[in-house]
């Protein structure tokens, strides 16, 4: 079997790889695409072809994925931070990617509520995340049963709980059904982890980092775009003062000799307050160009 590293050759054990099905889904394809590695799937098949020689897919619920990790049928997968928590699996955590970034929160009725909070009696609590609701309430002494859903949480209270705990990106779809958010239990985005298995077998690991350091150079580089542009000697050192630069800008000589161009990886959410300042100290031919990785 051919070696799933590009940079050195790698003993060929292959490597089991679980893709949440669901909202992250879209969002983990295009990011492992950004690094090179290509997944084709459709609608009937839960093992997708993998460009990356070693690496077997197969799409999972997120939940099952983190269940799968911790027996070690899965050697990395992706996941929410949220459902590790819920299930207490004994799982590494290898990298957030930031995506799909949601609230775990408490909602109820507003009709309900006591000056905001949740009234002093016992209460039916609606949750997919049964453990997580359970530890809430104790936490904050609450006298409450917890019934455990499948989907569409939000529709219980009223008549059916009087409160729930579930997670939500823009809080629209509670708003929507008449719920206030109470509080907020904790936050979560798509993250990749590792079995402990795989991570103690020196071959995994050794591939699942190559895996890491290809889609952490994407992450990176979207947040980052290079700026380049031209300086006249007397500009130079003003200008590259300028640039927030990962370590240091790059200075090349033009060809004429009349000056410099000096280049740098910047964070895109600097562009508005930079690219004005390296203008008025004489910077000129400011460019801008997209990033695809960036290895440190």
């Given at each position: 079997m051919p070696s799933l590293s590009i940079a050195s050759p790698r003993p060929p054990f292959p490597l089991h790889l679980g893709l949440p099905k669901g909202r992250m889904f879209s969002g983990v394809l295009a990011l492992m695409a950004e690094a090179g590695i290509q997944i084709r799937t459709d609608d009937r098949t839960y093992r997708p072809i993998v460009s990356l020689p070693g690496l077997e897919v197969k799409i999972l619920k997120p939940q099952n994925i983190a269940q799968m990790l911790e027996l070690g049928s899965r050697d990395i997968g992706?996941?929410?931070?949220?459902?590790?928590?819920?299930?207490?699996?004994?799982?590494?955590?290898?990298?957030?990617t930031g995506l799909d970034p949601v609230r775990l929160v408490a909602a109820a009725p507003?009709?309900?509520?006591?000056e905001g909070v949740l009234p002093r009696r016992h209460l039916i609590v609606a949750s997919e995340y049964e453990n997580l609701s359970k530890s809430w309430l104790a936490r904050k002494g609450i006298d409450a049963r917890v019934i455990r859903t499948y989907g569409a949480t939000e529709v219980f209270p009223p008549e059916d709980a009087d409160c729930i705990v579930d997670n939500t990106a823009t809080g629209s779809t509670l708003r929507a059904n008449g719920l206030t958010i109470v509080d907020e239990l904790m936050t979560s985005s798509t993250c990749l982890y590792a079995s402990r298995a795989a991570m103690e077998d020196p071959n995994k690991r050794a591939r699942i980092e190559d895996i890491v350091l290809l889609l952490s150079g994407v992450l990176a580089a979207r947040r980052r775009v290079?700026?380049?542009?031209?300086?006249?000697?007397h500009c130079l050192d003003a200008v590259v003062a300028l640039m927030p630069a990962m370590k240091q800008a790059t200075v090349s000589p033009l060809q004429s000799t009349a000056g410099f161009?000096?280049?740098a990886a910047v964070l895109k959410a600097d562009l508005p307050r930079v690219i004005p300042l390296i203008k008025a100290a004489g910077g000129t031919d400011i460019a801008v160009s997209a990033l695809s990785q960036i290895v440190p």
């Open positions: 992706f996941a929410g931070r949220d459902w590790v928590v819920e299930l207490g699996v004994a799982v590494i955590e290898l990298l957030d507003s009709e309900l509520l006591v290079m700026i380049e542009v031209n300086v006249t000697h161009a000096v280049k």
